[in-house]
């Protein structure tokens, strides 16, 4: 059992039989009781026997199953958050619970749409449930801020009342983090050097880089200013692009979309587009940011009109601006103006 999430304040990460003390407390909870049920754990031993036969066994399983969620900050244990293969069901279903003192701070959102990210690129899920008793009104919203949608109601094996079941299609596209740093490292040495003319980094100037460095450009916390998503397929990274957020007080509005590669071999599946506009869709959730900017090489004319399709428009060209050998070619500069509803834009 290898998985782990990551998001920019929490660690989801797989249950071990000394978590029991926190499980005792959690399912203790009278809002998990009234939310979820009563899995009538009172002891330790009790809480031990859940974890064996509840997570662990889904690990053994599946692969996956309900993980801790912890605090990056304090490291404390929050709640938990997982895939669930649940009996009587063919759908993979998404589950979770926060202690009381934690729900209303986003954190449950958060680590919904990360286990979605891991279970979409590392077990190739093309879709996920989730199901929610009719009155627990939060949890509903939890789910719609996720990106379900309600679909109608079901009745879990063994119950005779419905609830509310909801889904989402899911795409093989997550955040990065500092322990894809081997494989981004790899796949970026990859593109400088089959496309010279695409990038302004060269593979020497790379390749001379320590890991270090590609960890900190995968950093999660809230001080980092930039962040990649990656593609994959079948476990493998084989697409990554990044937006970088500028830090200077008067253009903090603008970020730049750098770094976009697919593998050549698996172009032609849209990568690039999801890829894109899982770009511009994280940058839609990030607060006063109102444009991103991208160059792209004069003449790649395949990477220009992906950037058109997804909603840049060129507003320049640079004469000259890189280098490749003897030979000077011009960038082409794009901008993309994010939806703001409400907000006025100052050409």
């Not at 379900?148 to 063994?158: I, K, Q, S, W």
């Not at 050097?193 to 900190?216: I, V």
Request: aromatic share 8%; with cysteine; net charge neutral.
């Amino acid at each position: 059992m290898t998985w782990e999430c990551e998001t920019a304040r929490l660690r989801i990460s797989p249950f071990t039989l000394d978590d029991a003390p926190f499980i005792l407390r959690l399912l203790n909870e009278p809002s998990f009781i009234e939310a979820i049920s009563d899995k009538g754990v009172r002891t330790l031993d009790d809480a031990r026997n859940y974890l064996h036969i509840g997570p662990l066994a889904s690990y053994a399983r599946n692969g996956f199953g309900l993980g801790r969620v912890a605090r990056k900050d304090s490291g404390a244990v929050i709640g938990m958050c997982g895939l669930i293969r649940r009996e009587g069901l063919t759908e993979v279903e998404v589950g979770y619970a926060l202690l009381p003192e934690h729900a209303g701070q986003g954190f449950a959102t958060e680590a919904v749409r990360a286990v979605l990210d891991n279970g979409a690129c590392q077990f190739a899920l093309q879709r996920v449930i989730a199901v929610v008793n009719p009155d627990n009104v939060a949890s509903q919203r939890v789910l719609e801020q996720a990106g379900f949608a309600r679909e109608g109601d079901v009745t879990l094996p063994g119950e005779t009342t419905p609830i509310f079941q909801f889904g989402r299609p899911l795409q093989p596209c997550m955040r990065l983090t500092p322990q894809h740093a081997s494989a981004y490292r790899a796949l970026m040495l990859e593109a400088y050097a089959r496309h010279p003319d695409a990038f302004t980094s060269s593979p020497a100037e790379r390749e001379a880089l320590p890991l270090a460095w590609w960890e900190q450009r995968l950093r999660t916390d809230d001080a980092s200013n930039e962040l990649v998503l990656g593609a994959f397929a079948d476990g493998a990274l084989i697409g990554a692009a990044g937006l970088a957020r500028e830090t200077r007080e008067k253009a903090r509005h603008k970020a730049t979309l750098f770094g976009m590669y697919v593998d050549d071999r698996l172009r032609h599946r849209g990568l690039g587009r999801l890829l894109v506009e899982a770009v511009l869709d994280h940058a839609r959730r990030q607060s006063g940011l109102r444009q991103v900017v991208l160059t792209v090489t004069q003449g790649n004319a395949r990477a220009e009109a992906l950037y058109a399709r997804c909603g840049f428009q060129t507003f320049g060209v640079e004469p000259d601006a890189v280098a490749v050998g003897d030979t000077l070619l011009a960038k082409v500069h794009m901008w993309h103006q994010l939806e703001r509803p409400g907000v006025p834009t100052v050409a």
